[in-house]
T-cell receptor, first 114, second 114 residues
Framework: EDKVVQSPLSLVVHEGDTVTLNCSYE??????LLWYKQEKKAPTFLFML????IEKKSGRLSSILDKKELFSILNITATQTGDSAIYLC??????????????FGKGTLLTVNP | NAGVTQTPKFQVLKTGQSMTLQCAQD?????MSWYRQDPGMGLRLIHY???????DQGEVPNGYNVSRSTTEDFPLRLLSAAPSQTSVYFC?????????????FGSGTRLTVV
């Protein structure tokens, strides 16, 4: 059973639209939730969320975490074709002692058409 | 400051061959990890390390070995390559203490096993 579930798996919008990407998780020892954007190569870091209800914002992107309901959303306003990418959600959990690990969801493929 | 460097970028192996994927970081990160990315599967954790001399298994460790003799390097070894190991491999690193910059990824190695 997947620990990190993203929805939708794919989404096609027009430039200027606003999109909301969802990430729900179920882990035992939550440490943080991270969002990444992946274009053709390696994932690039967007946000790290550790506290509920505190919105992180960067330009047209914003994200918030709900630790009670175990989910996060990533919002993109006024989408541009350059926002087309796979958006990955990952949850960091403690795995015993000083160990911790990062588990990814399957990603949301966002396509923004002109 | 090179970040996370992965070599090679591309590799074709025959079934049964062995090889080592290299990963090096120059940011003094304690934590290093290997992921594989397959279509529709997101990134799946293979092995990870929280410091020199310490490694642990992730979600899909079978067929892969790792070691961490220095802070900087975390090689991934395929002892007997199988077609099921055809994938894109990413190395990622971070500071062990929570760091708002998240994890840094290498540019990936695209491996094909024929």
């Amino acid at each position: 059973e997947d620990k990190v579930v993203q929805s939708p798996l794919s989404l096609v919008v027009h430039e200027g639209d606003t999109v909301t990407l969802n990430c729900s998780y179920e882990v035992t020892n939550f440490r943080s939730l991270l969002w990444y954007k992946q274009e053709k190569k390696a994932p690039t870091f967007l946000f790290m969320l550790t506290s509920s209800g505190i919105e992180k914002k960067s330009g047209r992107l914003s994200s918030i975490l709900d630790k009670k309901e175990l989910f996060s959303i990533l919002n993109i306003t006024a989408t541009q074709t350059g926002d087309s990418a796979i958006y990955l959600c990952a949850v960091e959990e403690e795995s015993g002692g000083s160990n911790y690990k990062l588990t990814f969801g399957k990603g949301t493929l966002l396509t923004v058409n002109p | 400051n090179a970040g996370v460097t992965q070599t090679p970028k591309f590799q074709v192996l025959k079934t049964g061959q062995s090889m080592t994927l290299q990963c090096a970081q120059d940011m003094n990160h304690e934590y290093m990890s290997w992921y594989r990315q397959d279509p529709g599967m997101g990134l799946r954790l293979i092995h990870y390390s929280v410091g020199a001399g310490i490694t642990d298994q992730g979600e899909v460790p079978n067929g892969y070995n790792v070691s961490r003799s220095t802070t900087e390097d975390f090689p991934l070894r395929l002892l007997s390559a199988a077609p099921s190991q055809t994938s894109v491999y990413f190395c990622a690193s971070s500071y062990q203490l929570r760091d708002s910059k998240g994890y840094t990824f290498g540019s990936g190695t695209r491996l094909t096993v024929v």
